[in-house]
């Protein structure tokens, strides 16, 4: 898949199929090694703990959501496999801009919005999105992709719900992007 650049270079991506290939064979290999699937949710909910407990140990030792999130992770929550993947996937993304010389500062966005409106709105999806996976009990990655891949009904649901809202919202905020 290409792209035209605004310097008249083409941009070469992944084929979405094969990258869609390989990302389930990603999640099928988690399961079988490290007996769970993946998510994102899990390690920003680990690194939220562990900086409450620096922020607030007398807090976090009385509260019930800390006291028991700490206790399942041995003590120390960044101590988890989900941050390290998480700091995988950053590296590697990184890495790969840097590769595929993409790697710069500029805000992409539509002619008809400023840069501060997109930065604004992208805030906003994200912190919404972290909210909705915290009551939905997993991100996209935790609970829809990794649900499906073990023939969970949930998973179904998850990503059915997800891609429904997606589409049903997208109509009011395409002028964001369009």
């Known amino acids: 898949m290409e792209t ?7 941009t070469r991506y992944m084929n979405p199929y094969i990258a869609g290939v390989l990302l389930g064979l990603v999640v099928l290999a988690a399961n ?6 993946l998510g994102a949710s899990g390690a920003v ?8 407990e620096k922020i607030a140990p007398q807090h976090t030792a009385t509260a019930t959501f800390y ?5 399942s992770h041995g003590g120390n929550p ?4 989900l941050v390290y993947q998480m700091l995988g996937v950053l590296v590697g ?12 500062w500029k805000v992409e966005h539509s002619p008809k919005i400023t840069s ?16 909705g996976s915290q009551l939905g009990r997993g991100c996209t990655s935790g609970s829809a992709l990794s649900g499906m891949a073990v023939l969970s009904l949930q998973g179904f649901i998850s990503m059915m719900a997800i891609f429904g809202a997606a589409f049903t919202f997208a109509y009011f905020f395409r002028k964001n992007w369009i």
């Open 67 to 71: 006291k028991d999130f700490g206790e």
């Open 78 to 81: 960044l101590n988890s496999w």
């Open 93 to 104: 993304a990184f890495l790969s801009g840097i590769i595929a010389r993409r790697l710069t």
């Open 32 to 37: 079988f090694i490290a007996g769970r699937g």
């Open 116 to 131: 501060k409106r997109r930065l604004v709105f992208a805030l906003l999806g994200g912190i919404f999105f972290g909210f």
């Open 45 to 52: 909910k680990s690194t939220i703990v562990a900086a409450m």
């Open 4 to 10: 035209q650049s605004q310097q008249g270079r083409k």
